[in-house]
């Protein structure tokens, strides 16, 4: 539906907090099967842009459009539930003392049921449902490459393969809006080959379109189209990865902060 | 080699059935191998496992640290009371009773207590315990103050043509063990539901659930409401078992008593609940006769609980448990 529009569509969204203005009048929109980059330098912006797109946060001001629809004000798991926009967070990550195979059927359990009250059912129904979440998790898995750990406790992996966890995880939901705060933060580079493969994968095959705040710029390069840098709150340029790189602004906006 | 072999094996026989039946029998023949006092004391258990395992659901799966047990015990208490002596109607009436206007009146609680995080909802939940007292003493038209209920009539049932009084404190452990096994498989099946797992999901990460689509303001107030009818059912229990019912019913040394057995058990564990009423509760109501050891007993169990058994006893159980099903 709306094909002619874009997927997600924020106006002139604001968020102070104090005399701080973390999120000053930006604008942006991700289109279909899009993956977008979204950097800047710490500070910038970034991650309270996120809160206040998904619902995390509240924004003082501006709209935000998804697939038609005005979602702002939505709390947080409306949005992932009914507008099935997903984000990740950069530290939380896994539920911890589960294994993979729990922490994707747990992620999948609010779109598979339609109420609060089904959820509390026993009975053949729910249970033929959840059955089709773990086979689903299990393929999951093991595309994600986590077939062998996957009866061990979450906590117990590394950051990688948690992260390819939640990944998973928000895959589960057939979403259409994954915003991923920064992936490949604090994870080996064999990783990010498999968190990049995952994306593309999730992108060409499942058509899921994303946004990404990365700061490695080689991945942000490599997956993205379209870029949109911030500054200081506010949107600095937007354009092709390999401009916007080139692009005197950007440059000393990170050397010259 | 063979023979060396063989005596492992035997071992590794599964007891868990044997096990099972033996506690089975136990459970049902407990009034007439103890005396009249032990089978007091396991009433009292199984009344106080009521709200236990409603606890289990907040704080041991849900991760929510609540102190108002109590307070719904209390109003489950009087409204069974309340029931029993002004309309006289039967126990099965009195029970649902007491678990609907407890859960009721965890609603209009939980809506602000739950907006509060960590320690706040805490202390906001140990005002509910105080605020009931004071309702229980101060509305004297309905609660009698001070004086509180009493005579509350024997537990009655009327079905059909039948009907039948439990008077006797043998008829009364085996209405309280009804009781408490249909509880115990309620939770079971609550915490085995997909509601089960999105409750333990709040308890591990509420953000990251809520960010999978978890509404987890509203699985907060339900389960708050579902531990509340728990404690209710208890209540009721305990006003027809005691036939008294006075504002101390309200009071912080049950809902103490009742986080010691869920977190001394083992949170999160519904064995742990069972367990925790039987030694916490029974234990010492058993050890009400010798009274010079008795908070020494309950002392020294509680330290070997905090040094030794962290997570309570109930992983001890399991290992227990799988030991002698032979699985390693």
Redesign the interface.
């Known amino acids: 539906m709306n094909a002619h529009l874009p997927l997600l569509e924020i106006r002139n969204l604001s968020k102070s907090y104090g005399a701080v203005k973390a999120v000053n009048d930006v604008s942006i929109h991700i289109d279909r099967g899009e993956i977008a980059g979204l950097i800047g330098p710490n500070g910038s912006g970034k991650s309270t842009f996120f809160d206040c797109s ?1 619902g ?1 946060a509240r924004p003082d001001t501006g709209t935000v459009i998804l697939d038609g629809q005005d979602i702002t004000g939505w ?4 949005i ?2 009914e507008g099935r926009m ?4 950069q530290k ?7 294994d993979a195979e ?1 922490n994707l ?3 999948g ?3 598979t ?1 339609p109420s ?1 009250a089904a ?4 009975g053949k129904l ?1 249970r033929s ?2 059955e089709g979440l773990r086979e689903r998790a299990r393929e999951l898995i093991k595309m994600a490459g986590l077939w062998d750990v996957r009866h061990q406790p979450a906590g117990n992996l590394s950051g990688g393969q948690q992260k390819l966890i939640q990944f998973a ?2 895959l ?2 057939e979403p259409k809006l994954i915003l991923l705060d920064e992936p490949m933060a604090g994870i080996n580079p064999k990783i990010i080959e498999r968190v990049v493969d995952t994306i593309l994968y999730a992108n060409k095959s499942l058509g899921v379109s994303f946004l990404v705040i990365e700061h490695n710029i080689d991945v942000v390069t490599s997956i993205c189209q379209r870029v949109v840098v911030l500054d200081q709150g506010s949107k600095l340029v937007e354009g092709l990865a390999h401009d916007i790189i080139q692009d005197q602004r950007v440059r000393e906006a990170y050397l010259g902060g | 080699m063979s023979l060396t072999e063989t005596v492992p094996q035997a071992r590794r026989r599964d007891l868990r059935i044997p096990l099972a039946v033996v506690l089975i029998v136990v459970a049902l023949a407990a009034p007439y191998i103890g005396s009249r006092y032990v089978t007091h004391s396991l009433i009292i258990a199984l009344i106080f496992m009521l709200p236990a395992h409603g606890l289990n659901l907040l704080v041991g799966y849900t991760g929510l640290l609540s102190l108002a047990q109590a307070a719904f015990f209390g109003i489950g208490a009087y409204t069974a009371g309340l029931l029993a002596v002004n309309y006289g109607t039967p126990f099965y009436v009195n029970l649902i009773a007491a678990a609907l206007v407890s859960g009721a009146a965890a609603l209009p609680l939980g809506i602000p207590a739950l907006r509060l995080r960590s320690t706040s909802f805490v202390m906001c939940t140990l005002g509910f315990v105080i605020i009931g007292q004071a309702i229980a003493k101060n509305w004297v038209s309905v609660t009698r103050g001070d004086m509180g209920l009493s005579s509350i009539p024997k537990p009655y049932f009327e079905l059909g043509p039948l009907s039948f009084t439990v008077s006797g404190t043998t008829n009364f452990y085996y209405l309280a063990l009804a009781v408490g096994v249909l509880a115990t498989l309620a939770v079971w ?2 915490v ?4 089960g ?2 409750m ?2 709040i308890r ?2 509420e ?10 303001w ?2 907060k107030l ?1 389960v708050f409401m579902i531990s509340a009818m728990f404690a209710g059912v208890g209540g009721c229990l305990y006003a027809h078992y005691l036939t008294v019912v006075s504002p101390l019913t309200f009071q912080m040394y049950y809902s103490t008593t009742m986080l010691i057995i869920v977190l001394g058990g083992g949170a999160g564990m519904i064995s742990g609940t069972v367990f925790g009423s039987l030694l916490f509760v029974g234990l010492t109501e058993a050890l009400r006769v010798a009274p010079e050891v008795r908070m020494i007993a309950y002392g020294a169990c509680l330290l070997v609980l905090v040094f030794w058994f962290k997570q309570g006893f109930a992983p001890l159980i399991n290992r227990f448990w799988n030991a002698i099903g032979g699985v390693k």
């Open positions: 998904t995390l709390s947080l798991n409306r992932a539930r997903l984000r990740s967070f939380t990550v896994t539920f911890k003392s589960l729990e059927v747990i992620a359990q609010m779109f049921f609060i959820t509390f059912g026993l729910s449902r959840i995880s928000m589960m939901p | 099946a609550i085995r539901s997909p509601a797992r999105n333990v999901a591990e990460n953000t990251l659930a809520e960010s999978l689509g978890v509404p987890t509203h699985y339900i």
